[in-house]
């Protein structure tokens, strides 16, 4: 059973970093792209940023590009989000999510729980 | 243009068909899929690629597409499938994702 945990949510103030892990289990990891997407309290799907299986193409969503890095470990099954200048308006449910592909297609059959920041002083 | 647009809420009788679109300048050289996500839950794939669902998904939703729209069809809506509903694709640079905004199924 493909399962994907989040952790690392928290209530942070404005400017400062945090860092988002995703525990992934169930298949194999490096054989997959992967991505973060967040919600906002009442709002939409938001794509933050994806990477594909080998880590050599990344991209960004134009809000969080140069203040926030995706990584992933493939020897550990594990897949970060390294937030820093953060800001009221990335407060949201972070969301760690497969695309079907090695690449960045976009194309998400996993989602997990999600983890919650709330950016606030 | 890296958005995707969908209106913000449709509404079906129960039984009756409904088509949710998405468009987009993307949608003319990647396909769309399209996600559904009930309150409190995280997103469901429910159309992926040109016409594709995945296993677990009923065959009354079904996908197309026309030039800079795509289309999500749900023949013979149920009550369980009131939820929200979103697009995606690659944009048109091809490295990055974009959602769109949703649209809010109600059956009647």
């Given at each position: 059973e493909v399962q994907l945990v989040e952790s690392?949510?928290?209530?942070?103030?404005?400017?400062?970093?945090?860092?988002?892990?995703c525990a992934a289990s169930g298949f194999t990891f490096d054989d997959?792209?992967?991505?973060?997407?967040?919600?906002?309290?009442?709002?939409?799907l938001e794509w933050v940023s994806g990477i594909n299986w080998n880590s050599n193409t990344i991209g960004y969503a134009d809000s969080v590009k140069g203040r926030f890095t995706i990584s992933r470990d493939n020897g550990k099954n594990s897949l970060h989000l390294q937030m820093n200048s953060l800001r009221g308006e990335d407060t949201a449910l972070y969301y760690?999510?497969?695309?079907r592909h090695l690449a960045v297609a976009g194309v998400v059959d996993y989602w997990g729980r999600g983890t919650l920041v709330t950016v606030s002083s | 243009s890296s958005e995707l647009t969908q209106d913000p809420a449709v509404s079906v009788a129960l039984g009756?068909?409904?088509?949710i679109t998405c468009q987009g300048d993307s949608l003319r050289k990647y396909h769309?899929?399209?996600?559904?996500?009930?309150?409190?839950?995280?997103?469901?794939?429910?159309?992926?690629?040109?016409?594709?669902?995945p296993s677990a998904i009923p065959g009354r939703f079904s996908g197309s597409s026309s030039g800079n729209t795509a289309s999500l069809t749900v023949t013979g809506a149920q009550a369980e499938d009131e939820a929200d509903y979103y697009c995606n694709s690659r944009d048109s640079s091809?490295?990055?994702?974009?959602?769109?905004?949703?649209?809010?199924?109600?059956v009647l």
């Open positions: 690392g949510g928290g209530l942070v103030q404005p400017g400062s970093s945090l860092r988002l892990s997959y792209a992967m991505h973060w997407v967040r919600q906002a309290p009442g709002k939409g760690c999510a497969r695309d | 009756q068909t409904v088509r769309a899929n399209w996600y559904q996500q009930k309150p409190g839950q995280a997103p469901v794939l429910v159309i992926f690629g040109k016409d594709n669902r091809g490295n990055h994702v974009v959602f769109g905004g949703g649209t809010k199924l109600t």
